[in-house]
C-alpha cells in the first residue's frame, strides 16, 4: 500500500508520465510524449537515461524501454519505499525537461 500511494502521490499527473502501474510489490512508471505527438526517437533511450540518474541518488533500478520496473524486495519497509520513489522522482525530474 505504501508502495502504491507513494507512486501515485509522486507520479500521476507529472508530465511526460504515461502511466503508472502496480500489482502487489511489482511496479512500473512507463514515461513518453503526450497523445498526439510523435514517440521520442529510440536512441534517445529514456527510461536508460533515467535509471542511469537514478544511480546519483542511490537507486539501481532496471529499464524497459521507456518505463521503469520496480520490484523491490518483499522485506522492503517504508523508509526504504520513500527512498527509492524519492529518488525515481529526483531523476526522472532531472531528464525529462531535457527532452524535446
Known amino acids: 500500500q505504501v508502495l502504491g500511494r507513494g507512486l501515485l502521490e509522486r507520479f500521476s499527473g ?3 508520465v504515461r502511466a503508472v502501474r502496480q500489482l502487489g510489490l511489482a511496479a512500473a512508471v512507463d514515461f513518453g ?3 498526439g505527438r510523435a514517440p521520442w526517437p529510440v536512441d534517445d ?4 537515461r533515467i535509471s542511469l540518474a537514478a544511480r546519483r541518488h542511490g537507486l539501481l533500478i532496471r529499464p524497459l524501454g521507456d518505463s521503469i520496473l520496480i520490484v523491490p524486495p518483499i522485506v522492503i519497509t517504508p523508509a526504504e519505499v520513500d527512498h527509492l520513489l524519492g529518488a525515481l522522482h529526483a531523476a526522472a525530474t532531472e531528464v525529462l525537461p531535457a527532452l524535446r
Not at 45 to 48: I, L
Request: aromatic content about 10%; overall charge positive; glycine content about 10%.
Open 14 to 16: 507529472l508530465p511526460r
Open 33 to 35: 510524449v503526450p497523445a
Open 45 to 48: 533511450r529514456v527510461g536508460y
